[in-house]
């Protein structure tokens, strides 16, 4: 790859928009209902036509770092784009990255790509966990984790966070019962926590890791968000903490959130114990899904070799959106408590204030405010009276955003 370094230094222009229509967006051009997608075109950038501004499914608005955009169209420019195997090159991105921005030191040989988490934890499930057997999961909590149980044909078994002067903790005591039942095969950790916001503690860590390990429990750890931390807070690495967590875990990592290339899809699992990483493999290799994405590739180097200027950048412009949107909320729209994240890019809000059923808060944010949000509910039940924002956008549509929602509560009264 090229020299890189000097870009690493640019200063970037969070506060451009950019047209992503035209480009297959999920976020800008897609809507679903019944989980299931359709095209849309009720969204704009142009505020006057007042078009909906979709603020929901975590992918950021802003270019990806340049490096990687300069690495893209290298690769692009040789025109061939066969099958690709991740080189040396690949793997030693990945250690040092998790070396650098972690401290934490894995091996190249722990590494095993995916074509996503969300795929990764899909099979993770079928590998380990028979039919009938039992998957813990901590809700409020990203969807897909549901989907992922309920389709290989698993039990659910929920763990609530709880909830208290708006913020989230974990219910040891709750953790300790469920993981005694023998049917618990599995528990996924969503650490940082998508979407309460939290970057957990190492006490939290441990107290999670040793009450998996004391029941046989196996652990995934899914760390997608962990790259997006606030100033003030750090997040610890799951397996980083203890070498028998190591053993007993498998961490899903990607730099899609990172850096905002989930249209790439590649992912690396972090598995330290063979035992574990060979069942596993054999499922890939069941399913033909061994090869990584081309421009996949070429793109975690990039961004791991020479993005983290970027993302120190973007993580402050994403910070002052947070402060702007707390203190819009606090003086102007008082009934929504906001959860303040310590990492991540999206927002939880309290709204049971308004006092209204989920469906008449999804027809407020979507019919009212013109807002594509996630609805609080789809994370469980827990998540009723919530809705999830994504503030990885220039200032100008959050601005528009909020304004929105509050026009739309004032019209309540
Ligand atoms: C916790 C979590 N895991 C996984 C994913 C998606 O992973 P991928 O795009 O690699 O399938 C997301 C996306 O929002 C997420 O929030």
Redesign the pocket.
């Known amino acids: 790859m090229r020299n890189l370094e000097w870009k690493a230094t640019m200063k970037y222009n969070f506060d451009a928009k950019i047209n992503r229509q035209g480009t297959n967006s999920l976020k800008w051009e897609f809507t679903h209902s019944q989980s299931i997608l359709h095209p849309w075109e009720q969204t704009e950038q142009c505020f006057e036509e007042n078009p909906i501004l979709p603020m929901w ?2 992918d950021m608005d802003f270019a990806c770092p340049r490096p990687v955009i300069e690495a893209l169209h290298e690769r692009v420019e040789q025109g061939v784009f066969g099958y690709t195997v991740p080189s040396e090159s690949y793997y030693d991105a990945v250690v040092q990255w998790m070396k650098r921005r972690h401290q934490w030191d894995i091996r190249p040989e722990w590494i095993c790509t995916t074509p ?4 990764a934890i899909y099979m993770l499930v079928r590998t380990f966990v028979a039919p009938g057997e039992k998957v813990l999961i901590q809700p409020p909590v ?1 969807h ?1 984790f549901f989907g992922a149980i309920k389709y290989n044909k698993a039990e659910l078994v929920t763990n609530p966070l709880v909830y208290d002067n708006k913020s989230y903790r974990m219910n040891f005591k709750d953790l300790e019962e469920k993981a005694k039942d023998p049917k618990v095969k599995m528990a996924i950790l ?1 650490s940082p926590h ?1 979407p309460v916001g939290r970057v957990w503690s190492e006490e939290e860590l441990r107290r999670f890791g040793e009450i998996c390990l004391n029941n046989n429990v196996l652990v995934v750890s ?1 760390e ?2 962990g790259d997006l931390i606030y100033p003030g807070h750090q997040f610890i690495p799951f397996t980083s903490i203890d070498d028998d967590f190591a053993k007993n875990t498998i961490v ?1 990592t ?1 730099p ?2 990172t850096f905002n290339l ?1 249209g790439l ?1 590649v ?1 690396n699992l972090i598995i330290a114990n063979e035992q574990i990483y060979m069942p596993f493999d054999l499922t890939l290799r069941s399913n033909g899904l061994h090869f990584l994405n081309t421009f996949g590739v070429t793109a975690l180097e990039a961004a791991y070799n020479a993005g983290e200027e970027w993302l120190n950048q973007v993580i402050k412009y994403i910070e002052g959106n947070f402060l702007y949107l707390e203190k819009y909320i606090s003086q102007h729209i008082p009934l929504i408590d906001v959860i303040k994240p310590e990492g991540t890019y999206l927002v939880w809000l309290d709204c049971r204030e308004l006092e209204m059923n989920q469906w008449e808060l999804k027809e407020l944010m979507l019919e009212n405010a013109k807002i594509y949000t996630d609805n609080g509910f789809i994370f469980g039940a827990e998540g009723e009276g919530f809705e999830r924002l994504n503030i990885a956008c220039p200032r100008s549509i959050l601005v528009e955003a909020l304004k929105r929602m509050k026009a739309a509560i004032d019209q309540l009264k």
């Open positions: 499914v975590a996503g988490v969300v795929p990203y897909p969503c998508n899914d997608i968000h899903c990607a899609s959130k989930a899809q992912s």
